[in-house]
């Protein structure tokens, strides 16, 4: 089977694959600016839904990329199906059983990549073939494990494999863009840095909340809050609020009362209840500005040293 291209972008920077701020737009955007952008499926996506996105991600023939949850694909196989239609640039499927998938997609000739948070889940990246190997420390918002930081895994992982490698989860500007670079990773792979954007969806209360955030804090607690079917060893990072802190450590005691509150503050657009997802560098999003500022700002990894 010939292997697909390899990705190549004038900014090493993938936007992740954010399920909610990150659509169409924001994948579109992102790509226009130099970097490649990224629809996030969430469990309950539809086809029709990735393939709306879709188009507007790739507008103008913008290349762009999917990203999958492995573990919903058992109840949802039309995102597969829906991802092969479409052929995008690049595909991810994480967290949960995605040999399969990733075999199909190769098949397909669509480049693919997974997310790996420990040695161990290179070994089942390794074994599926995956394309492009993401090195997401504990550090990053939304799911994954609390398992190792960003750099110490991303140079374990570098010794492992000869695939190209793109680290993710803390990862704020050009200054941590140029630390992964110099240790040996094709790039960046970032969601936390993109989540102020215009274009990222998400309403203007979320938006402040982020904007105010000073710290998150990792667990179950949302997931529990939602009856979300998320695989327990994938805890979330989020910005930390009172009923975060109300339940941390004791998830399994999340009750239907409490359920009821969370999904009415979620309504409500209360963010003392209800859940922001980010990483562990929220605190540098002050304001709002446009995922082509965002991609800029990294660029600046690129930039010659100065003489002197």
Same mark, same amino acid.
């Given at each position: 089977m010939q292997p697909p291209a390899p990705l190549r972008t004038p900014v090493p920077l993938i936007g992740a694959p954010m399920a909610g701020p990150a659509g169409g737009r924001l994948a579109h955007a992102i790509s226009r600016a130099g970097a490649l952008g990224m629809v996030g499926v969430s469990p309950t996506s539809d086809a029709g839904w990735i393939r709306r996105e879709a188009a507007i991600a790739g507008e103008g023939g913008t290349p762009y990329g999917v990203g999958l949850l492995a573990w919903? #694909?058992?109840? !949802?196989?039309?995102?597969?199906?829906? =991802?092969?239609?479409? %052929?995008?640039?690049?595909?991810?499927?994480?967290?949960?059983?995605?040999?399969?998938?990733?075999?199909?997609?190769?098949?397909?000739?669509?480049?693919?990549?997974?997310?790996?948070?420990?040695?161990?889940? #290179?070994?089942? !990246?390794?074994?599926?073939?995956?394309? =492009?190997?993401?090195? %997401?420390?504990?550090?990053?918002?939304?799911?994954?494990?609390?398992?190792?930081?960003?750099?110490?895994?991303?140079?374990?992982?570098l010794d492992r494999t000869t695939r190209p490698v793109y680290a993710a989860g803390g990862i704020l500007d050009h200054r941590g863009l140029a630390a992964v670079l110099a240790a040996g990773a094709a790039g960046a792979w970032v969601g936390t840095a993109f989540l102020g954007c215009v274009e990222a969806a998400g309403s203007a209360a979320a938006k402040a909340t982020l904007f105010a955030a000073e710290q998150t804090g990792y667990g179950r607690v949302f997931d529990r809050a939602q009856a979300a079917d998320w695989p327990p060893e994938f805890g979330g990072r989020a910005v930390a609020n009172a009923f975060f802190d109300e339940w941390v450590g004791r998830e399994d005691e999340i009750d239907d009362a409490a359920r009821a509150r969370f999904r009415a503050a979620v309504a409500d657009g209360d963010f003392s209840v209800a859940h922001v997802y980010a990483g562990q560098g929220v605190a540098a999003l002050t304001g709002e500005t446009t995922a082509a500022e965002v991609v800029a700002g990294f660029a600046r990894a690129l930039d010659p040293p100065s003489a002197g």
């Open positions: 919903a #694909l058992a109840t !949802a196989p039309e995102q597969l199906e829906a =991802v092969l239609e479409l %052929r995008p640039t690049l595909a991810s499927v994480s967290f949960g059983p995605y040999a399969e998938p990733v075999r199909r997609l190769r098949a397909a000739g669509i480049l693919t990549a997974t997310q790996v948070c420990s040695p161990a889940d #290179l070994e089942e !990246a390794e074994a599926a073939d995956v394309d =492009v190997v993401v090195v %997401r420390g504990a550090e990053g918002g939304g799911h994954g494990r609390d398992a190792m930081g960003t750099l110490p895994l991303l140079q374990l992982v």
